[in-house]
């Protein structure tokens, strides 16, 4: 690597880093240019990736380093990475993150951002790379390998078919896959749910409610706590810090509507959680990631008045000590039936459950019991960068 950061040209492609605002702007303009034939891309909002990315505005950056870097070709920007160590992911799985990657259909863009994104991290000592990861497991995460042909939901990644198999080309194999469930929502739970619930009775220890009347702040704190326990063992998981547990807290506040948000006790405790989020790309879609000079005020005005069609429902779980037990799959089946019913007064069609492990059977068979169905796969990668 060269003193700028940058990586020796690879023939006509050259790879630079971002170093200042105007760097920052082609960076995060990019995938506007690259999917500008594909109906079913959403531009997100550059006001917020900027805040993402940004040491100032984003938490994660208090246990984490990250760099992002362009490649060129002829003076045009053709794609576009970054890189990223994080302490407490170092700790836990001894691996490296790559994330943010779109470029065009071209193995020689492909090979030189990643061989760039390689070099950094065998660089911090580290030996086997995963992504894409934007910029953590609990940020948007995966590529995007089955499901091209319907938008992605609120917080949910997008991509070009050609993406897959160019990392593979450059040496990358499946380490795990996410999957999205297209969950409709209903009054009632199908046939499937209902036999479920007769055969595990909670036998009156168990109560759902919603955050009507509640301290929502103290609630919801309540939901990231039982999401911490309940992922705490799960492939990949890194655990939110308090400071980025106040921040997500502040950040999502505004979508959050307290009838979307089911928390069921066990005798007076809480012991699960859901959270269904409208699906703010409904909002944004044609707004291509612009909030000025109007963008704002039709935003606003969205928020407000327009009814969603579609939700996302991005944070669930079930305390660790009721995995496997007759009551964890009761309360994973009565926190859907709960919100399947609030989505269905507030006049929601469906909600996407994402993402969920493809290994983890337990919310895999609740996810059938009340009717959804498998409708996206997103793909981590994986990559050694040395001798083990």
């Known amino acids: ?142 590529l995007l390998v089955e499901g091209f042909d319907s938008p992605p939901r609120f917080m949910m990644g997008h991509a070009r078919p050609w993406y897959g198999p160019r990392i593979e080309q450059a040496g990358y194999a499946k380490a795990k896959d996410l999957l999205a469930y297209r969950w409709p929502f209903a009054p009632e739970l199908p046939p499937r749910g209902h036999r479920l619930l007769r055969r595990f009775d909670g036998a009156g220890r168990l109560l759902v409610r919603d955050l009507r009347g509640r301290r929502r702040d103290e609630e919801l704190r309540t939901v990231l706590d039982i999401f911490n326990d309940a992922w705490g063992g799960n492939w990949g998981f890194v655990p939110f810090t308090e400071a980025e547990l106040a921040h997500l807290v502040r950040s999502l506040s505004p979508l959050i509507q307290d009838d979307l948000v089911a928390i069921a006790e066990v005798d007076g405790e809480p012991a699960a959680m859901m959270v269904v989020l409208p699906n703010l790309n409904e909002a944004i879609a044609d707004l291509d990631g612009r909030l000025l000079p109007l963008g704002w005020l039709r935003l606003l005005w969205r928020l407000r008045r327009q009814r969603f069609a579609t939700a996302r429902v991005p944070l669930m779980g079930v305390r660790r000590r009721y995995h496997g037990t007759p009551l964890g799959a009761l309360l994973m089946v009565r926190v859907f039936e709960a919100m399947g019913r609030a989505g269905w007064r507030r006049g929601l069609r469906e909600a996407e459950l994402s993402w969920v492990l493809e290994d983890n059977r337990a919310v895999h068979n609740a996810a059938l019991a009340v009717g959804a169905e498998v409708y996206k796969t997103y793909r981590i990668y994986g990559k050694a960068l040395g001798p083990a």
């Open 1 to 142: 690597m060269d003193e700028a950061g940058g990586r020796a040209e690879a023939r006509s492609i050259r790879v630079t880093p971002v170093t200042g605002r105007r760097d920052l702007e082609t960076f995060l303009s990019l995938p506007r240019r690259l999917y500008t034939d594909d109906p079913h891309f959403v531009m997100p909002l550059l006001m917020e990736r900027r805040r993402h990315l940004s040491p100032r505005t984003n938490p994660w950056f208090e246990h984490a380093e990250a760099r992002f870097w362009l490649a060129w070709r002829d003076g045009r920007p053709v794609g576009r990475i970054s890189a990223q160590v994080d302490r407490l992911v170092v700790e836990r799985h001894g691996a490296g993150h790559f994330g943010l990657l779109e470029a065009e259909d071209d193995p020689e863009v492909f090979a030189a951002l990643l061989g760039t994104a390689e070099e950094f991290l065998a660089g911090h000592g580290l030996r086997r790379v995963l992504g894409p990861f934007n910029l953590s497991i609990n940020h948007e995460c995966g």
